[in-house]
Structure formats: C-alpha cells, structure tokens
Nanobody, 126 residues
C-alpha cells in the first residue's frame, strides 16, 4: 500500500490560486493512477481530477475544467493540483488518492481508489 500526505491548502481570496501537493511513499509510485477529490461541509466527497501512471492522460470534473491542472513528478513521487481562478464554491477539504489495478477510463469513483491522504483544507473567501 502507498501512504499519501497532502500539503498546500490554505485561505485565499476568490480569483486567487493555490497549488496542492501530495507526497507518496511505500509501493512504486508509477504503479498508481493518482486522483484528487474534495468534500465540502455537509456534502459527499466528489471527484476533482485524475492523472495516469506516466502523466500523459488526465480527466477533470466539469466544475474545475479550465481552472485546475493536475500533474505528477514520478522522480519525486508527488502529484500536484494547481488551482487557479478559485471560487468560494471550491471551498472544501481536498484529498489525494491512489488507484491500483484499475484500467484507465473516463469515469472515476471514490471506490476505485484504495489509498487516501488525510486531506488539506482549502478555503476561498468572497
């Protein structure tokens, strides 16, 4: 199993930017599809973005498309989420997740990911 630790959350004004990082340790990082989810108070945890093993393919939730960019550095065992043009509705706890033994596809669910970080809070003020 892989251990995941997120960082980079914080408080930002609407229109601002943040970059989240997720450092992985344990099993071989390149054997995992990596994803980001978020959970706002009183809401279900929702998919944000996912990146393939080598970083060549990505998917985004419609709500973040064009504003967020996922990337990974396999030499550093780290996945990133660059968040631009932030909106108050982006406020949530953001979780990094890893998926193993799952074919690449266009639809990703919480249950596809077997390893999770502890989450990092992102708060966007209006």
């Amino acid at each position: 199993q892989v251990q995941l630790v997120e960082s980079g959350g914080g408080l930002v004004q609407a229109g601002g930017s943040l970059r989240l990082s997720c450092a992985a340790s344990g099993r071989t990082f390149t054997s995992y599809v990596m994803g980001w989810f978020r959970q706002a108070p009183g809401k279900e945890r929702e998919f944000v973005s996912v990146i393939s093993w080598g970083g060549g393919s990505t998917y985004y939730a419609d709500s973040v498309k064009g504003r967020f960019t996922i990337s990974r550095d396999n030499t550093k065992n780290t996945v990133y989420l660059q968040m631009n043009s932030l909106k108050p509705e982006d406020t949530a706890v953001y979780y990094c997740a890893a998926a193993a033994d799952r074919p690449w596809g266009s639809s990703w669910r919480r249950s596809d990911f077997g390893s999770w970080g502890q989450g990092t809070q992102v708060t966007v003020s209006s």
